[in-house]
């Protein structure tokens, strides 16, 4: 994903949880469909900045959450991929769009625009789908 396109990061929440929150998104946008593997946790925590250990802790959260599973020496792969969201939880994410855009001089007819160019995520894959997958692997 590109940068833009991340959710807006609270720098008063602590460093797992931000990165929790942003792998969820990921998830919950689609870049990584149910059954993909999420990097390493050593490339993890050079995109993010963190060590290991932070890394490891906001994946513990993410498994809880049932979003992914993950052992020693296995990875991390996404067990729960794009679900439908409510309007709220869009909107909240647009909000912090909307603050660090209004904060950073962007006009909001350049977001709207913005938004307009992203292209449309790829349709979930039907459970049909998924169990055939399963029978093949």
């Given at each position: 994903?590109?940068?833009?396109?991340?959710?807006?990061?609270?720098?008063?929440?602590?460093?797992?949880?931000?990165?929790?929150?942003r792998?969820?998104?990921?998830?919950?946008?689609?870049?990584?469909?149910e059954?993909?593997?999420?990097?390493?946790?050593?490339e993890?925590?050079?995109?993010?900045g963190?060590?290991?250990n932070?890394i490891l802790?906001?994946?513990r959260?993410l498994r809880?959450?049932?979003?992914?599973?993950f052992g020693?020496?296995r990875?991390?792969?996404?067990?729960?991929?794009?679900?439908?969201?409510?309007?709220?939880?869009i909107?909240?994410q647009?909000?912090?769009?909307?603050?660090?855009?209004d904060?950073?001089g962007?006009?909001r007819?350049?977001?709207v625009?913005?938004?307009q160019?992203?292209?449309?995520a790829?349709?979930?894959r039907t459970?049909?789908?998924q169990?055939?997958?399963?029978?093949?692997?």
């Amino acid at each position: 994903m590109h940068r833009e396109e991340q959710p807006a990061t609270d720098s008063s929440l602590p460093l797992y949880v931000q990165i929790k929150n942003r792998l969820r998104w990921e998830i919950l946008a689609g870049a990584y469909a149910e059954g993909d593997y999420l990097p390493s946790a050593g490339e993890l925590g050079e995109k993010c900045g963190a060590n290991k250990n932070t890394i490891l802790r906001a994946l513990r959260m993410l498994r809880s959450e049932g979003m992914i599973d993950f052992g020693r020496g296995r990875g991390a792969v996404v067990t729960r991929s794009a679900q439908p969201v409510g309007m709220g939880d869009i909107s909240e994410q647009l909000q912090k769009v909307v603050n660090l855009a209004d904060a950073s001089g962007i006009p909001r007819s350049v977001i709207v625009s913005a938004v307009q160019r992203i292209p449309r995520a790829k349709p979930a894959r039907t459970a049909a789908g998924q169990g055939a997958r399963a029978a093949l692997t």
